[in-house]
Structure formats: structure tokens, C-alpha cells
């Protein structure tokens, strides 16, 4: 039987890229090869550096104290699960390409304010999630520098090809694939684990996740479970689970998946109205284990993908669903060799703030959506102030904490108390969605009672015959009622 933890369920989420959340305290100290950018220059450093490599090493510097200060802010959105981008020590800001996850980057800060944040959270309540690479490592990493001096050890940590060089993750040359079946490799990661399970993470992220293999999936939840069988163990995919050799979901390898295909439905019906697309999207989550779908993580986007805004009326984004995600538009440019960086990346910042009208009343529609869905929606930060951008790192500006958006800033604020005020539905209810071109019907039902949604993705109103004997109404949009949904309207009630 599958087992998840019940302390995710009808949880609302929040993911902080650490370094452009909020920073708390004394200046940085200086680092050779890093560049401290000011706050407000939210402009990412787009091009390459003077040679022509693109090094990522420009800081804004945000950090868990800055993390810890903004618990009262999450407590108003409705937040109660915390995710962190991951906070080891690398060369770049994004610190992806990690080099030893055991120690935190000093601009980040260190186990006492890693433990101070779990512990503030816990006290209110709150979940902490963190995101773990096992799947490669840093070019820059101790390890992998071992491996080249012809450490058998180290070595074997690593993946290679027949010439003898390094494989490495997707073409990047500064992050070289590890061995996930090296039995030493395995320890060292279970190490990770049971270093952030025991300072008081609740769900652990694997990033690229899809790639480990069983025996390795295995031995890190038992780790982590061993400390706390609270603990919940969630892995990055990025398509279906049931279309990968391993879908990690039915043996209790994985307790969540990231739910992306549920993320370019949401935005495919919203921007396009294809709601065959987003009907046959919730006939492949249907075949998930129900445990499963209830603590699924869905998201309108993430530090790897465009923003929400962006990709509902941004250019560029692609409307056929065989030929890719909404937000692959870089497809168009990946059968150039060597792969045009620069040009896509000036084309991205030359459209950056090009967007069309409307832009908020579909993001909140959308918004809206995701928050009604089985599983548990998961903010990226700065969605809340109309943060726009295309891919890295447009996607990835600091958070302007005066950002005078108001208006989407009170819409989540709403939503937040939406899903707290019905998590007795929300969290378990079962989910049906009734959808066509212009309209979609939302309910969700628990023995506790029935939450009905209806959202109007046009432009024209909608006529709407939603009367039900003692229903009582918990959110409407652009003046929404039971009788007729305004353009890019909702009306939401239960009884």
C-alpha cells in the first residue's frame, strides 16, 4: 500500500531562490571571482563575460536570515511550506553545480541559521523543504578535481566516455555527471540527507530526480526516514511519471513528483482554451496512486522555466502541445551548432516587459486554477508581485519587496485564505474537472463538504446557472455571480 506522510497535505507553498529572495545582515564578504550586484539593478547579466563563457557568478546576495525575517510575510500569503533553491557552496548564485552539500555557501550563511529557519517555521507551523543535486556535481568541486588527478575514488564517483573524458549534464561543461550506482558515491549523499533531515528539513527535492536509479532512491528515504518518518521525499520530473522506466511513485521510492504536465495544461487552457490537451492531462495524473496526487507539487513556473505572465502573453510561446511544453521556445534554436546562447538571450531581453493587455486577469485565473487543484500549489516568489521574465535568467531578478503591485499582492493573499479556510476539502477531496473552450468547472469534494469553482477564460461573459440550495459564495472575480461570469471571471462557492 502506498504510504505518504499526511503533514504535506493541503499544504500552500512558496519556492525562494535563496540568493534574489531578501538579505538580512552584515555586508559579504569579498570572494574571489564574485561580483555583488545592487538590489534594485534588477537587469540580469545576460551576456557572457569578456572571453565568451558564461560563468554566472554575480550575486544579489540574499540569505536564509533574510529567509527567516519574511515568516510573518509567508504567513499572510497563506504559506505553509517553505522550498529552498539549494544553499551549498558553489562558483554561482544559482548553486546547482554543487560542490560539497555539506558545507552552505558563506553568502548564505551556516548550519545555525539553517536551524534557526527550520526551527521558526516549525514553530508556526510551517514546513522547510530543500533541493539535494545528486545527479552531477561542480566542475569547481574538490571531488571532481580528485577524479582528474586520477583518484580511483573519486573517479568512480563520475561518469565517462570511451575517450576518457567526463560526461556531463546536458552539454554543460561545469557540471559532470555522477556515477548514482558507486556504493561510496551513495553514502556520501545519504550523509546529505541525514545532515539536512537531522537539522529539521521536512521534504527534501531531488533535483533531476527522474535520473536515480531504484537502489539509490531506496537508500536516501530510508536515511531520511530513519530520522524523521515525517519526512517527505519528492523528485523532479519533468513529464508524466508512467511515461519514464522507472516511474518512482508505486514502491514507495518517491512520496511526490514535480507536476509540470499539470502546469502547461493550466496555461495552454487559460492562454489557448485547449482543454482536450488539459482533459487528457488529468486522465494520465487519474492512473497516479491517490496518496500521491494528493501531495503532487504544482506549479505555474520555477526558477527553470519562464514566468507565469510571460508564457500567458508573452512572445514566442508555442501553442501546439506535440511540439513541446508552452515554454520550449528555445526548440526553435537547439538545431544550431554550437547552440546560439547570445541570440536567444537578447531576443529574451529585448521582449522581457513586452506583454499583452490583460496580463493580470489571466494570471490570476490561472492562479486561481492551480490553487483548486489536487495536490499542493507551490508559489515561485515574486509571482505574487507580477514578476514577468523568460528562461535564466530572466526568470530569476531579486524580489523587489516594494514592488507597488498591490493588486496581485492582495489577489494571493485571497487565495491563501482560500485554500486555509477549505483545507478540510482541499486536501484530500476528490477532483473533477468539467472543461471546454471557454469555461471550466472545478469540484471538489470530501466528506467535509463540496467546493465548486467556475472560471471564464474569455473575453465575453458567460452564462452561468450555479445555484445550489445552501451554497454559500468564498471568492468571485471581476464581479463574478451565480447567474453570469464577467470576462476572465470565477465564481467559487461551497456548500
Known amino acids: ?52 563563457v558564461y560563468r554566472n557568478q554575480y550575486f544579489y546576495g540574499g540569505n536564509l536570515k533574510g529567509v527567516a525575517s519574511k515568516i510573518d510575510y509567508f504567513d499572510k500569503l497563506g504559506v505553509d511550506l517553505v522550498f529552498l533553491s539549494p544553499i551549498s557552496r558553489t562558483t554561482t548564485y544559482h548553486h546547482y553545480d554543487v560542490q560539497d552539500q555539506r558545507i552552505i555557501d558563506p553568502y548564505i550563511g551556516d548550519w545555525d541559521d539553517f536551524c534557526s529557519l527550520a526551527k521558526a517555521l516549525h514553530v508556526r507551523n510551517m514546513l522547510l523543504g530543500v533541493d539535494l543535486v545528486f545527479n552531477h556535481m561542480g566542475a569547481d568541486s ?56 537531522r537539522n529539521g528539513a521536512d521534504v527534501i527535492r531531488l533535483d533531476l530526480g527522474e535520473n536515480l536509479p531504484r537502489e539509490f532512491l531506496l537508500k536516501i528515504r530510508a536515511v531520511a526516514k530513519r530520522i524523521n518518518p515525517n519526512v517527505v521525499i519528492a523528485s523532479e520530473m519533468w513529464r508524466f511519471a508512467l511515461e519514464k522506466p522507472n516511474p518512482q511513485i508505486y514502491d514507495q521510492q518517491v512520496d511526490s513528483v514535480m507536476n509540470y504536465p499539470l502546469t502547461d495544461a493550466i496555461l495552454r487552457w487559460i492562454r489557448y482554451g485547449n482543454y482536450l490537451h488539459f482533459n487528457a492531462c488529468m486522465l494520465n495524473l487519474a492512473k497516479y496512486p491517490l496518496q500521491v496526487n494528493d501531495v503532487l507539487l504544482n506549479y505555474l513556473s520555477t526558477h527553470d522555466t519562464h514566468r507565469e505572465r510571460t508564457m500567458l502573453a508573452g512572445e514566442g510561446m508555442i501553442e501546439d502541445p506535440f511540439s513541446g511544453f508552452i515554454w520550449d521556445i528555445d526548440n526553435n534554436w537547439r538545431g544550431v551548432n554550437p547552440f546560439p546562447t547570445y541570440e536567444l538571450r ?150
Not at 9 to 26: I, P, Q, S
Not at 184 to 189: A, G, K, L, P, V
Not at 442 to 452: A, H, L, P, Q, T
Request: glycine letters at 8%.
Open 1 to 52: 500500500m502506498i504510504r505518504v506522510p499526511d503533514i504535506m497535505k493541503g499544504r500552500t507553498g512558496y519556492l525562494v531562490m535563496v540568493d534574489r529572495f531578501c538579505r538580512v545582515g552584515e555586508a559579504l564578504p569579498s570572494i574571489e571571482g564574485r561580483k555583488l550586484k545592487d538590489w534594485n539593478d534588477s537587469v540580469p547579466n545576460w551576456q557572457p563575460d569578456k572571453d565568451g
Open 142 to 197: 574538490e571531488f571532481f578535481k580528485k577524479a582528474l588527478a586520477g583518484d580511483k575514488k573519486y573517479r568512480d564517483w563520475f561518469e565517462w566516455d570511451k575517450t576518457g573524458l567526463p560526461k556531463c549534464w546536458s552539454g554543460f561543461k561545469d557540471m559532470p555527471q555522477c556515477n548514482k550506482l558507486n556504493s561510496s558515491y551513495q553514502e556520501y549523499c545519504c550523509e546529505v540527507v541525514e545532515l539536512y533531515a
Open 346 to 495: 537578447k531576443w529574451e531581453y529585448e521582449h522581457d516587459s513586452i506583454l499583452k493587455q490583460n496580463v493580470s486577469k489571466v494570471h490570476k485565473l490561472a492562479a486561481l486554477m492551480l490553487y483548486l487543484m489536487k495536490g499542493v500549489p507551490v508559489t515561485f516568489y515574486g509571482s505574487e508581485d507580477g514578476m514577468s521574465g523568460y528562461k535564466d535568467p530572466f526568470c530569476r531578478k531579486p524580489k523587489q519587496w516594494n514592488s507597488g503591485n498591490e493588486d496581485m499582492l492582495n489577489f494571493y493573499i485571497a487565495l491563501g485564505a482560500v485554500r486555509k479556510n477549505n483545507r478540510d476539502v482541499l486536501s484530500t477531496g476528490e477532483s473533477l474537472v468539467f472543461i471546454n473552450a471557454n469555461v471550466a468547472e472545478i469540484i471538489r469534494r470530501s466528506e467535509n463538504g463540496i467546493v465548486v469553482a467556475f472560471l471564464n477564460r474569455s473575453e465575453t461573459p458567460q452564462e452561468l446557472n450555479a445555484f445550489y440550495p445552501g451554497s454559500k459564495e468564498i471568492f468571485s472575480l471581476e464581479g463574478s455571480t451565480p447567474k453570469i461570469l464577467a470576462p476572465y471571471g470565477a465564481y467559487v462557492c461551497r456548500f
